[in-house]
């Protein structure tokens, strides 16, 4: 099993900048995809975005140019740094790691508020 614990969510105004992280336990491999997915109210769970243990990185298009997804293997943490925030960034958002045969045991967090308003 693997646990997922994510801190950073809040509230912040447009134009504003927020880091959300995400510090994952228990029995992880070596090779996992750790990531971030949102949630907005009545729709699904998009994407954001996710960084494979190698470094590869691959970004929704709503964000692409605005966030940056980093990790610390030795750590086991990854991190989302969110710029020039939208109200349309609104959301829960949701730490996700994938590993195993198939990347098919799939783990979430308890999910992180972010709010975007003036």
């Known amino acids: 099993q693997v646990q997922l614990v994510e801190s950073g969510g809040g509230l912040v105004q447009p134009g504003g900048s927020l880091r959300l992280s995400c510090a994952a336990s228990?029995?992880?491999?070596?090779?996992?995809?750790m990531g971030w997915y949102r949630q907005a109210p009545g729709k699904q769970r998009d994407l954001v975005a996710v960084?494979?243990?190698?470094?590869?990185?691959n970004y929704g298009d709503p964000v692409k140019d605005r966030f940056t997804i980093s990790r610390d293997n030795s750590k086991k943490t990854v991190t989302l740094q969110m710029n020039s925030l939208k109200p349309e960034d609104t959301a829960v958002y949701y730490c996700?790691?994938?590993?195993?045969?198939?990347?098919?045991?799939?783990?979430w967090g308890q999910g992180t508020q972010v709010t975007v308003s003036s």
């Open positions: 228990g029995s992880l491999r070596s090779a996992n995809i």
């Open positions: 960084i494979s243990s190698g470094g590869s990185v």
């Open positions: 996700n790691l994938r590993q195993g045969i198939g990347l098919g045991d799939n783990y």
